[in-house]
């Protein structure tokens, strides 16, 4: 992760003078004002925190939250966040916000915020504590279209205008457009898609992600078919019975938290009601981090190891 943010910080401009301000921006349903570029800034899981990083703004945040109480840091990603403070392992609390005097959160429905919960920006505002929320995470409170690469390049631009380091954000989306363009082109001649079952975790119910999580976009940029495309939720657990209806061909695993990707894929191998599913008995898995499936900086190299992965035979020069 270190390495990918220096290379991308080493290739994209220095920030410009600050904009001018105010600001404004849409977060979901709001549009939320700043007077001025967040100097004490506070993020929410690692994808969101990754964001930051690499649009350069480590040395505005005064912490991150959200990580440690269900994922594993890397070496890389624990170095990029060295000298950052976690100011709670899991969901923060207004006080742990406060007692930092944070001047911005960066967070999402179902990425440190919930619906009716103790942290939301309703309950923030009083305390002249803005948020911006992750736009793929919007379809928790309100209609949204099924997930797109647009919803990350949107919050990269609005973070860019937010900080005043739009020249950087605009490099970086240009370099994350480019990536996926070079996979669109190279499947320009696929007819061929394959249905795709994202598997999170769970045994007596799976968690997926259904048209409006960013797998949706992940997979379609790919070249292949999300097989839960009809279920209109991001996040959420379907029944086994309608995977196996489904007969996915490929099954991609999401691999962090305490069972390993190894184990998940033995658990769907040894599952009887599994047993007749076209990748189980291909034994066809592909292994995604969460960095790579969540919103981030990540997706452009999900969507070059999915296509490698569903279609090797354009891309065998890029196989090791």
């Not at 061929?192 to 598997?199: G, H, I, S």
Request: aromatic share 8%; hydrophobic share 40%; net charge negative.
């Amino acid at each position: 992760m270190k390495r990918l943010l220096l290379s991308l910080l080493a290739t994209l401009p220095l920030a410009a003078p600050a904009s001018d301000y105010p600001v404004t921006v849409h977060s979901c349903a709001r549009s939320v004002t700043f007077e001025h570029a967040p100097q004490r800034a506070v993020s929410h899981d690692i994808n969101l925190t990754g964001m930051l990083l690499a649009l350069g703004l480590k040395e505005r945040m005064i912490g991150y939250s959200g990580i440690s109480g269900w994922k594993t840091l890397d070496p890389s990603l624990r170095e990029a966040l060295d000298g950052l403070p976690e100011l709670a392992p899991r969901y923060p609390s207004v006080e742990n916000l406060l007692d930092a005097n944070v001047d911005f959160l960066f967070a999402g429905w179902g990425y440190g915020m919930q619906v009716g919960g103790p942290l939301t920006p309703e309950r923030l505002a009083p305390f002249g504590l803005p948020v911006y929320e992750l736009s793929e995470s919007c379809s928790k409170i309100m209609p949204r279209p099924a997930a797109s690469l647009e919803d990350l390049y949107t919050d990269l631009g609005n973070l860019g205008r937010i900080f005043g380091v739009t020249p950087r954000a605009e490099a970086l989306i240009t370099q994350l457009r480019q990536r996926v363009a070079r996979v669109t082109t190279s499947l320009a001649s696929v007819h061929d898609r394959p249905q795709v079952f994202l598997y999170d975790s769970g045994e007596d119910r799976p968690t997926t992600s259904g048209r409006l999580g960013m797998p949706q976009a992940l997979i379609k940029a790919a070249g292949g078919d999300n097989v839960m495309a009809d279920v209109a939720a991001s996040w959420t657990e379907v029944g086994w019975e309608s995977v196996v209806e489904r007969d996915p061909e490929v099954i991609v695993i999401v691999d962090y938290g305490p069972t390993s990707w190894e184990q998940k894929r033995d658990f769907l191998l040894q599952h009887p009601a599994l047993a007749e599913v076209r990748a189980i008995r291909e034994r066809r898995f592909v292994v995604l981090s969460y960095l790579q499936v969540t919103p981030s900086v990540d997706n452009a190299s999900a969507i070059e190891r999915l296509a490698a992965a569903l279609h090797p035979q354009l891309f065998a020069e890029a196989r090791p």
